[in-house]
Every structure is written in structure tokens, then in C-alpha cells.
């Protein structure tokens, strides 16, 4: 038998003939059409579900205030401020804008950047200081506890800058650190090592202004932890109002950035006559800045603050699911109330046709005789 015959053999087959002509019957009616475009995209959506959404769909799950507009909706407002993440290395996949060692004995602190491999692996950047016995450090006296900088000479730090083109301060800033810290000689064996160094965070305005928002406390682990911050108005006027106009067109900052900057440094716990040895180093594996405005996501934020979205997405499974389940459910019940009807005949089908009917009347009937 050649290719042929088996070609036309399989397309001359019964089932092959009728799908075909089922088709072209359905095709005729446009709704039919319609519908099964909406199933493929609702199977489509269930399907592509995790790949569609970036927050956990749960209704409990705060990722922004109430009752955002979507993000889409900005075009109308173009300086207002959309909700997300302003840094963009975010994981630190890629070395940080700029590195600094602050003052004269820069010999005592190093920094590392090392990038991960694989999902297994991640990137993390290093802040060390090692110190030796009667070393020196600068210490400022009499220390200024108004200063937002460290107490001491010689610190280091990295930084991350991002840029801010609107004219208004976000409503609300949210700041995250995960980091952890390795201690060796009298920094972990000291009952006071924890209080001779402090980890910072700050924002540093394009004028160069400082705003500490961030310092650490012991005590400290070898695990990452993440730290939050949630900045309150002043930090976030300290931050980004050198960046926004005034009524008369000023701005204070001579450009639209501002750094986000991570640091290690001595702090005056740290007795030089003691004799002090040893390293603390600091591992930053993330750090986030999330700017909070009026707006939020493809579909804004519900009631509770979650994403719309998300649910959206999320709730279309959970339709295609009940959809199915109670399309086999009644299928299957109504081929075998069908099959026992026309076994058995006479009373039995009688009863099960007005059950039938009763059934279809629900919840009709009931609420026919209430509007009535």
C-alpha cells in the first residue's frame, strides 16, 4: 500500500469525517466561535498563571496601599508617582555604582564583589575591616550625635544610585537590607565585639546631604537576615525633595539621582589600648527601596492592599476549575438519571422527570415568587 492510500485511508476515516463535518457545522455559529475563544484564553491564562503575576495572589498579601489606580491610569496624571522598586540592581548581580574608602587608613578595610553562578549561587557584595593590634583609627571628638555620618575618620561604604524624573515625593518609601556578618579574633570572642562596629544605611543627595536611615544593633548572626526600614516623611523629603521644583520651577539638587549607600565602620566601643584584634565583614546579598504613589500594577490594589491582578489571574484557575468539575458532574449525572429513566420506564421515569424539572427551576422559581 502506497503513502497515498494511507493518506487518503486516514482521512476518509469515520471519526476524521465526522470531526470534520462537526467543525463546519460549529463554525457556522459565530457565539460557538466566541465561546470556545474565551475557554482557549481562559485555559491560556490558568496555564500561564505564575509566569503572568509577580505577587502572591493571596487576599491577605499586602504589596501596597489600598485602593491604588492601575499604572496604566498615570497617562493621565504624568508626574504622578507609580508603586514599585527604584533600585535596579536590586540583587546585586552586578558590581555597585561606586565603592569608597573614607579617610587615611584605607589599608584596614577592603571590599569584594563576588557574582553568583546558577540559581544555587548568588551575588553578594563583601565590606570588610581588618584590624591588628594598636592600629590607629580617627575618632571624631567630641563625637556630634546630630551627624548622620559615623563618629570616626575612616569608614567604607558602597552605593547604588537611582534616578527620580517626577515632581512629586512618593508618598511612602519602604527600605529593605539582607545581609549577614562574619567575625573573627576579638570582634566574636569579646562580649563588646558587637558594639566596636556598626553596618549603615544612608541616602546621599546629588548636593551631597547625608540622611541616615539605617544602623545596626547587636546582636549578629552568620545567617542573612533581611532588615526593613520604613522611612518617615522627613527621611523621604531629606531624600527626594532636593529633586522635585518648587512653585517657581527651583530644584535644590543640581540633578535627579540620589544614592543609596550601605556601610561598615568603627564606632568609639573600639579601644585602641586593649589591643584589639580581628575582622568583622559584612555580606550584602539584596537591597531594596520601594516607592510607594497613586499608582500600582496592571489592575491597582484591592480593599487589603493586594494586587488585583493576581487575583484576577489566580481566580480565573480557580473559575476553570468549578467550570469543569460541575460541567463532568452534571454530565455524568444526567447520563445516568437519562440511562435509568429509559431502562426502567413507567413511575420511576415519571419521578425522575419532575425531579428534573424541579431542579432546572432553581433558583428561578424562588426568586420569581419573591419579586412577586
Known amino acids: 500500500m502506497t503513502d497515498d492510500n494511507k493518506d487518503s485511508n486516514w482521512r476518509d476515516s469515520n471519526w476524521y469525517v465526522s470531526l470534520r463535518e462537526f467543525w463546519k457545522e460549529f463554525a457556522r455559529h459565530k457565539m460557538g466561535v466566541l465561546g470556545l475563544v474565551v475557554l482557549l484564553l481562559y485555559f491560556g491564562v490558568a496555564i500561564a498563571a505564575p509566569a503572568l503575576v509577580a505577587y502572591d495572589p493571596s487576599p491577605s ?24 522598586e527604584v533600585v535596579d540592581n ?28 546558577g540559581e544555587e549561587e548568588f551575588s553578594y557584595m563583601s565590606l570588610t575591616w581588618t584590624h591588628e593590634s594598636n592600629e590607629s583609627l580617627g575618632f571624631i571628638l567630641p563625637p556630634d550625635p546630630r551627624s548622620d555620618i559615623p563618629n570616626v575618620e575612616d569608614y567604607i561604604y558602597f552605593y547604588e544610585t537611582i534616578e527620580w524624573d517626577k515632581e512629586k515625593l512618593p508618598s511612602d518609601v519602604n527600605m529593605s537590607i539582607t545581609y549577614n556578618v562574619e567575625r573573627t579574633g576579638d570582634f566574636l570572642s569579646e562580649s563588646s565585639g558587637g558594639l566596636m562596629f556598626k553596618v549603615y544605611m544612608w541616602l546621599i543627595d546629588s548636593s551631597g546631604n547625608w540622611r541616615r536611615v539605617y544602623e545596626s544593633y547587636p546582636p549578629y548572626s552568620d545567617s ?21 521644583e518648587n512653585e517657581t520651577g527651583y530644584q535644590e539638587d543640581p540633578d535627579d539621582t540620589l544614592k543609596i549607600a550601605i556601610g561598615l565602620a568603627p564606632t568609639a566601643q573600639m579601644r585602641r589600648n586593649l589591643g584589639y584584634e580581628g575582622s568583622v565583614t559584612v555580606n550584602v546579598r539584596k537591597m531594596s527601596a520601594v516607592a510607594y504613589g497613586a499608582y500600582f500594577g496592571l489592575l491597582g490594589t484591592t480593599d487589603k492592599g493586594a494586587d488585583a491582578w493576581s487575583q484576577l489571574v489566580y481566580g480565573s484557575r480557580i473559575s476553570l476549575t468549578i467550570g469543569i468539575l460541575a460541567t463532568a458532574l452534571s454530565t455524568g449525572v444526567g447520563v445516568i438519571v437519562g440511562m435509568s429513566a429509559g431502562y426502567f420506564g413507567g413511575k420511576i421515569d415519571e419521578a425522575l422527570m419532575r425531579i428534573v424539572d424541579f431542579l432546572l427551576v432553581i433558583p428561578g422559581l424562588p426568586l420569581m415568587m419573591v419579586l412577586a
Open 61 to 84: 498579601n499586602k504589596v501596597a496601599p489600598s485602593f491604588l489606580a492601575p499604572a496604566w491610569m498615570q497617562v493621565f496624571d504624568p508626574e504622578g508617582v507609580v508603586t514599585g
Open 90 to 117: 536590586i540583587n546585586l548581580d552586578n558590581p555597585p555604582d561606586g565603592i569608597v574608602e573614607v579617610g587615611n587608613r584605607s589599608e584596614q578595610f577592603s571590599s569584594v564583589h563576588y557574582q553568583g553562578s
Open 224 to 244: 542573612y537576615q533581611e532588615r526593613r526600614v520604613d522611612l518617615s516623611y522627613f527621611d523621604v523629603a531629606a531624600g527626594w525633595g532636593g529633586m522635585v
